[in-house]
């Protein structure tokens, strides 16, 4: 009895300790739950102050006011000519979390080959955290570097990132010693990278006007926009790989949770201290825009997106400037065309570029915009820029063009205006053939000729017949002078009778 006593006491002694441990664990998650609740509460009350921080493009005069989003910082740039239709604090330094694996994909795609393969270190796969974002890659492993880019992008893995900076450069610092040269070459000029996956680190920094332009970049690239635009990728196992196994992009707008037409790819992002970035292209109405969120709380970065993509595409237009530009008079060039024809089958010498546009708000004309031209060395066929600029805004601009297929073999007075292009020909070695030849367009000269001429003979014409009107007055009044003679001899013989 004694026994099953003491067994009892220790039961009911264990119980309540159980009990104890589990109102203690209760007690603990309910104060974290708050604790985090509480948090959550905060970041959104700071997301909606961040509303009242003001957007730089709205204080341009007559721009299309775009909306008060909750990002601390965002841009729209058309990925083509860089025009900026909507700005917030696009240059301020903050952290782009796995955004700068953007940066990490446009290195090894343009360093790189896609069938290359991609081994992955022991550095590679344990010097990031496991409990990050990974696609389960063990060192020893490997992949294609397009594998490895369809891991980085879709399933955003740390490790994956690594490896491809170690296939690129030999380590990952020297990659990342890459990357930093790189965004400088694009005009970057408020960004650091210290890591290829965007891990924190208070020296790992972008601002979303450099993070724009880095992504055109990344945009431009037909294969790196179709990765970035996959929704899910299935990855077969291999002989270096053993693993099948499939991973779905967490980008809203690619995978279709959120339907938006013309998207052409995109990244995510998060750290505790970035909170959500999110970088987004999208093409429509002859723009290719890319939108850039930096710090912003779920899901607003999607909605963010969206909006701005709908201001961009709704209150925009696309000009080409060729169509529209008056200003500067090209045909002032004078009577040389180029080609192969001495019959004036032939192009103009100097002419605006076709392909460039400029992006204007809607309600605004061709003739509104400002333009400065700068004649500089010449680049290929571009012998001078002409910029268009919408109250100090720069929206876009075009080339003037010499018409042939070798400019080189011409040099460029740097002090020409307008209207008076001065264009020396440097004779080609002699081991060189000429490709093209400068003609003179013989129906011009024709045409001046035959002007002249016309002129010529009207005036000889007028001429002639003002001399013959003299002749005639002169003979007229000849004749009159004989006839008054002949009758004042009459007069004075009437009085004789002969």
Excluded at 380 to 388: L, S, T, W
Aim: a negative charge; glycine letters at 6%; proline letters at 3%.
């Amino acid at each position: 009895m004694l026994l099953s006593d003491r067994i009892f006491f220790q039961i009911k002694k264990g119980f309540l300790s159980l009990l104890v441990l589990s109102l203690s664990f209760c007690a603990a998650m309910g104060s974290s739950l708050t604790a985090q609740a509480a948090s959550m509460e905060e970041l959104q009350e700071q997301a909606e102050a961040r509303k009242t921080l003001p957007v730089q493009s709205n204080e341009i005069e007559n721009w299309p006011s775009g909306p008060q989003i909750g990002a601390q910082a965002a841009i729209l740039m058309d990925v083509n000519t860089g025009v900026i239709l909507y700005a917030k604090n696009i240059h301020e330094r903050l952290y782009p979390a796995s955004t700068t694996k953007i940066m990490t994909c446009l290195l090894a795609m343009e360093l790189g080959n896609l069938d290359d393969t991609v081994n992955f270190s022991h550095e590679a796969v344990f010097s990031v955290p496991g409990d990050g974002s990974n696609m389960g890659m063990d060192e020893g492993e490997s992949l294609s570097l397009e594998e490895c880019l369809y891991g980085i992008m879709v399933a955003s893995a740390n490790e994956a990132a690594n490896a491809a900076g170690e296939y690129t450069s030999g380590s990952i610092e020297e990659f990342i010693d890459l990357m930093n040269l790189r965004a400088k070459e694009i005009g970057c000029t408020d960004t650091h990278f210290t890591n290829t996956n965007g891990l924190h680190d208070p020296d790992h920094y972008t601002s979303a006007y450099d993070l724009a332009l880095i992504s055109s970049h990344f945009f431009q690239n037909e294969m790196l926009c179709k990765i970035s635009n996959t929704p899910r990728h299935h990855f077969e196992a291999t002989a270096t790989q053993p693993d099948d196994f499939i991973k779905k992009n967490k980008h809203q707008l690619v995978t279709g949770e959120i339907e938006y037409e013309g998207i052409l790819g995109g990244k995510t992002g998060f750290t505790s201290d970035s909170r959500q970035t999110l970088v987004t292209c999208a093409e429509r109405n002859g723009m290719k825009l890319v939108c850039v969120i930096l710090r912003e709380e779920s899901p607003d970065q999607f909605t963010d997106t969206v909006e701005l993509f709908d201001y961009g595409f709704q209150n925009f237009q696309v000009l080409n400037v060729s169509e529209n530009e008056q200003k500067y008079n090209i045909e002032s060039t004078g009577f040389l065309q180029i080609g192969n024809d001495v019959f004036g089958n032939s192009t103009p010498l100097l002419s605006i570029d076709t392909g460039s546009y400029v992006i204007i708000p809607n309600m605004v004309t061709f003739q509104d915009l400002d333009s400065t031209i700068e004649y500089g060395e010449s680049d290929g066929n571009h012998i001078a820029e002409i910029e268009y600029c919408y109250h100090d805004m720069y929206v876009g601009k075009a080339y003037l063009n010499l018409a042939t297929d070798n400019a080189s073999r011409y040099e460029f007075d740097t002090n020409m205006t307008a209207t008076d292009v001065s264009v020396e020909k440097v004779e080609p070695d002699a081991e060189e053939p000429a490709q093209d030849t400068v003609f003179i367009n013989i129906k011009k000269v024709l045409l001046v000729v035959l002007i002249l001429a016309a002129t010529i003979i009207t005036f000889l014409m007028i001429y002639a017949l003002i001399m013959n009107n003299r002749a005639a007055r002169r003979r007229e009044n000849r004749v009159k002078r004989k006839k008054r003679r002949r009758s004042s001899l009459h007069m004075d013989f009437d009085d004789f009778d002969f």
